[in-house]
């Protein structure tokens, strides 16, 4: 009796160090470029990236997200798992970080927003990036009306924006606080009206905004979309998983829900027609809790997709909810930086 209870012992302590160990983390990239101004932090160097892939390729398994969520959809996670995801869709996810990520082979997941492929326009915060917090003069001020309601902001000194102002600024990040009547204020105070806003509010304010400072300019080709043959080539091989990522990159959260029900399908049927294949995994776009809610999870689970992931950071284990997926963002550190930030995310030796 004593031996059989040891023998259960031992058999319950083992199902719980694979508990514990059997872990993964998601990473959550933007862009592979060098911006001279980039307020949100969202990319990472070519230089950087390389760097990153030589230290991840030292990790047990590397997974695209589609074959992450097939593993927990079986019950089982290879232990210290690595998926690479970006999103958005940036065309340097395949003029930069492709090349680098067949060089090392790491696979990786690229989640789209369907409404920009193609598009001659701008992801909205980079317009709005390029109005705000590029040197020239804009008019002193600037008043929007939007959906009944006026605003309005006084730029003072700083409409003028010299090329030494902006060299002093541009390393500016968006969550720092902003001078009152500066181009940073000027830029967050626009970021959080139109980050909530409908697509054709939201269209609204930037024709406004492009009108008010005279700008005509297409897509500058540092900050451009993917187009349609792009996405094609950017699947092409099976390294790269192509995941959806909305039609206009809402926030889901504040759309009704038969608005959020035509961004998710939609997306869904515009990256299959350009593909041939099913789509089977989605990206909350902004992906925090308060993005997205119980009624986007169900949406996405009745369109037919296996995993969503959100921006919250934490580690992947076998109990973790596939459609709230957490991720790390990573920062445009060097390699050395990096193999510290695994630690610390694992919590455990490397």
Not at 109 to 132: K, M, Q, S
Request: hydrophobic share 40%; glycine share 6%; proline share 5%.
């Amino acid at each position: 009796m004593r031996v059989r209870g040891v023998g259960r012992l031992r058999r319950a302590l083992q199902r719980i160090k694979r508990r514990v160990s059997d872990r993964a983390l998601i990473l959550m990239y933007h862009r592979v470029a060098e911006p001279g101004c980039d307020p949100w932090e969202l990319a990472v160097t070519p230089e950087h990236f390389r760097q990153h892939l030589e230290v991840l390729r030292k990790y047990d398994r590397m997974m695209r997200n589609d074959q992450l969520a097939a593993s927990l959809e079986r019950g089982k996670l290879p232990n210290r798992a690595v998926v690479v995801t970006f999103d958005d869709g940036y065309a340097d996810n395949l003029l930069s970080a492709k090349p680098l990520l067949e060089k090392y082979d790491v696979p990786a997941t690229v989640f789209i927003a369907t409404g920009y492929v193609g598009n001659e326009r701008e992801f909205w915060w980079d317009e709005l990036e390029r109005v705000c917090l590029q040197p020239g003069k804009l008019p002193g001020m600037l008043r929007l009306n939007v959906n009944g309601k006026a605003y309005e902001w006084n730029l003072h000194a700083a409409s003028e924006y010299s090329e030494s102002a902006y060299q002093d600024n541009r390393r500016w990040k968006a969550w720092e606080a902003g001078a009152a009547g500066s181009r940073q204020l000027l830029f967050r105070s626009l970021w959080e009206l139109m980050h909530p806003l409908a697509e054709r509010e939201r269209r609204q304010v930037r024709d406004d905004l492009l009108s008010w400072a005279g700008d005509s300019a297409p897509a500058r080709s540092t900050h451009r979309p993917l187009v349609s043959d792009e996405v094609l080539k950017l699947a092409e091989g099976g390294l790269v998983e192509v995941g959806c990522h909305t039609v206009t990159h809402p926030k889901l959260a504040a759309l009704p829900s038969a608005v959020q029900r035509e961004e998710i399908y939609q997306s869904k049927a515009r990256l299959e027609e350009i593909l041939g294949r099913d789509v089977l995994t989605f990206a909350y776009p902004y992906g925090r809790r308060s993005d997205y809610t119980d009624e986007t999870i169900a949406i996405i689970r009745e369109a037919g997709f296996k995993s969503a992931c959100s921006t919250t950071g934490g580690i992947v284990d076998r109990r973790v909810n596939r459609f709230e997926l957490p991720r790390y963002g990573v920062p445009n550190v060097d390699g050395d930086a990096l193999s510290s930030l695994l630690r610390d995310w694992f919590g455990q030796e490397s």
